[in-house]
């Protein structure tokens, strides 16, 4: 574990010693390197599948680390927000609605076959800001309730949201508000729009490339908006009240505002992410949300480290092969070598769950901490529960 | 309200707080009438009618468990009082938020130092800052021009009264964990100073330090309310610095307020000498 750490340590220590310069232009030469990293795979092959859902995974999970990891509100109902990005472009970006404007359809900024769908019809970016603007209102309302409370407390609310939410997706065909129904239940909302961006020509399921890449900027959006927030006002406040809300708020922290923003940032990322999901699996299936989901992310940034923004997308990216790759590929016949007859994706969060209990045990800061979560988790500062309980008022 | 003794200046009518009193030159800033908090069967402080004349240092003595750390936290908007009524510079705040009161002009530090323990020196000193910025969620992604301006600015204020409290500018970014007592009761203040707040609340700075810390402390509180032109309440248990720094001292006892007036006043007083001083002898 040593020789790891210093290893570790060394790289960082000679990363801060390099000109500014020279780091902008590794940067950008990274940078380079992810964009034509499509070229040298099959266009439609399982490599670039597997990245596109790497990174569309560290955008979700970017998205939780606002909530966790920065403001400490544990929540473990993200999964409300995957499915509510999804409807988003399901209500907003399919042929769901057919009977609206007379079956003729309504249709804004897409081009070619689409244009002649009945249904709504949005442009996939239009559709993405309305999933974040969706979930981000969401995020509010699902973080009202919670913040009278602490700790554990919360996190039982928030399951509770996304369970209902989950049940909501499942039973909301019958939900006929204005005689449009809310979800297609069971039977899922199919097919989805492909997205009609400028630059990038064919999304399909034989080029996968233009996913890739859309991924990938939203990867880079969410690591943008992360960057920034940690280091600004709002990223100070934040880590104040995950330290100790009394002192933040008598330090003219207002509670209620600074954490219904990280509900909100949160949330919006997350269901960015969860639109972009729907496009790419070209269906809107209810039974994908689920409480597992929840702690998948959870684990995700767990794994790579709390409040950690490298930390989290390493996380994300490594728990995204295991489950996309590594379990259903590499050790697929591994039961089969030992003698036993059993399909090892059955067991994949009891993998998971071990993972996480060895990472508990050997490195709980995780994979690349962040310093502040290191100190918390190794010194016992900060981060306590106060012993004098105050009275907020909402 | 029944039992007001004598007073500093006039006590605030049922009827609202009064800014600028006539007894004193430069009005009053703090008016706490009839103040009650109860935790369940618990009086823990009774109907306390307080006031605090502008750029003046006054003392909350009394024994453990008289009230004085309860009643900081209804004046700073941590409780909210069971009765009575709380104003502040013509304002009343009496079930006003933390962070409003703050933003009022009414900072403090805690008897058990609450820094941020996993931010630097100067991180804790710009969380102060909050208050007095404005960058919203858009602007600091963005990084418009004007909160690039304002982060640099922060900075420099921060910076600016870690070097007033007498932090030296090798530990500004350090963690605060990592800082010893003194200096952390230094980074305490320099936060509650960041707000730019008209009046200062502290309790029990001198605890934990030895007599020559404590001096120093205590010429500091003069020089904040002479070139800064603040108004300090404290809580102090040590009774050179409440003798010499104080104009006025108010005595807690059970959550009643027992005594009030010049040091000199409560010294002598019998009541205080029984409840506090008579007590202390005793120890």
């Known amino acids: 574990m040593t020789a790891i750490r210093d290893f570790f340590r060394s790289i960082g220590d000679a990363w801060d010693g390099l000109h500014p ?9 990274v940078l380079v390197f992810f964009i034509v990293l499509p070229f040298f795979f099959t266009a439609g092959g399982t490599f670039i599948d597997n990245a596109t859902r790497a990174l569309a995974y560290a955008v979700m999970a970017l998205g939780l680390n606002v909530v966790v990891g920065f403001a400490g509100l544990l929540d473990l109902g993200y999964v409300a927000f995957y499915a509510l990005g999804a409807f988003t472009i399901g209500w907003f970006g399919s042929s769901f609605y057919a009977q609206v404007n007379h079956g003729k359809g309504l249709h804004i900024g897409v081009t070619g076959v689409t244009g002649q769908l009945p249904g709504i019809h949005f442009n996939f970016l239009l559709v993405l800001v309305a999933a974040v603007i969706v979930c981000a209102i969401f995020g509010v309302l699902i973080g009202l309730p919670t913040l009278r409370l602490r700790g554990d407390y919360i996190a039982i609310v928030t399951l509770a949201f996304g369970e209902i939410i989950g049940r909501v997706a499942i039973n909301g065909d019958s939900l006929k508000p204005f005689g449009y129904a809310v979800t297609a239940g069971r039977q899922g909302i199919t097919p989805i729009d492909s997205p009609d961006l400028p630059g990038l020509a064919s999304f399909g399921p034989l080029d996968l490339r233009p996913w890739y890449w859309t991924a990938l900027g939203m990867a880079l959006l969410s690591l943008f908006v992360s960057f920034r927030l940690r280091d600004s006002r709002l990223g100070r406040a934040w880590i104040a009240v995950r330290e100790d809300e009394v002192a933040a708020a008598s330090m003219g922290v207002p509670l209620v505002r600074t954490k219904l923003l990280a509900y909100a940032t949160g949330a919006g990322l997350g269901g960015m992410a969860g639109a972009f999901f729907a496009a790419y699996f070209n269906t809107v299936n209810a039974d994908q949300f689920e409480f597992s989901f929840s702690i998948f992310i959870l684990a995700m940034i767990i794994l790579g480290g709390l409040g950690s923004i490298w930390g989290v997308v390493a996380g994300a990216i490594v728990l995204s092969y295991i489950n996309t790759y590594f379990i259903p590929n590499t050790f697929k016949s591994l039961p089969h070598h030992i003698g036993l007859n059993f399909d090892l994706t059955d067991l994949s969060f009891g993998i998971f769950g071990f993972l996480l209990v060895i990472m508990m045990v050997l490195r709980p800061q995780g994979l690349i901490p962040e310093r502040r979560r290191k100190l918390e988790l190794t010194e016992g500062v900060g981060a306590g529960d ?5 009275e907020v008022s909402v | 309200m029944s039992e007001v003794a004598p007073q500093t200046a006039p006590a605030a ?37 307080f006031s ?18 309860t009643f900081f936290n209804m004046l700073t908007g941590l409780y909210k009082p069971n009765a009575g009524a709380i104003a502040f510079d013509g304002k ?17 530090t805690f008897q058990n130092i609450r820094l941020f323990a996993t931010m630097t020196a100067l991180e804790n000193v710009m969380v102060g800052l909050h208050a007095r910025m404005q960058a919203g969620l858009f602007g600091s992604i963005i990084r418009l021009p004007s909160v690039r301006k304002e982060e640099r600015l922060a900075h420099e204020k921060a910076a600016e009264l870690l070097e007033f409290v007498g932090l030296r500018s090798s530990h500004f970014h350090q963690m605060s964990v990592n800082l010893s007592y003194g200096d952390q009761r230094r980074v305490e203040i320099a936060r509650a100073l960041a707000s730019n707040p008209k009046m200062l609340l502290l309790d029990e700075p001198t605890a934990g330090m030895n007599p020559q810390e404590s001096e120093r402390l205590r010429a500091f509180m003069q020089r904040l309310r002479d070139e800064r032109g603040l108004t300090i309440l404290l809580i102090e248990h040590d009774m050179k610095v409440v003798m010499n720094v104080s104009e006025y001292i108010t005595v807690l006892d059970h959550g009643e307020k027992i005594a009030e007036g010049k040091p000199e006043e409560v010294r002598g007083n019998p009541r205080v000498v029984e409840a506090y001083l008579g007590k202390q002898t005793g120890e």
């Not at chain 2, 003392?59 to 750390?69: C, D, E, L």
């Open chain 2, 92 to 108: 009343d705040i009496t079930r006003a938020r933390p962070d409003r009161i703050l933003a009022a002009g009414m900072a403090r």
């Open chain 1, 386 to 390: 106060s012993e004098m309980p105050i």
């Open chain 2, 13 to 49: 009518t049922a009827d609202g707080p009064r800014v600028a009193e006539p007894g004193s030159s430069n009005g009053t800033i703090l008016e706490a009438s009839g103040v009650s908090k109860i935790f369940g069967g618990l009086v823990a402080v009774d109907e306390v009618t």
């Open chain 2, 52 to 69: 605090v004349p502008r750029r003046s240092i006054v003392s909350i003595i009394g024994p453990n468990g008289a009230g004085k750390t």
């Open chain 1, 21 to 29: 310069n020279v780091r902008r232009a590794i940067g950008v030469a």
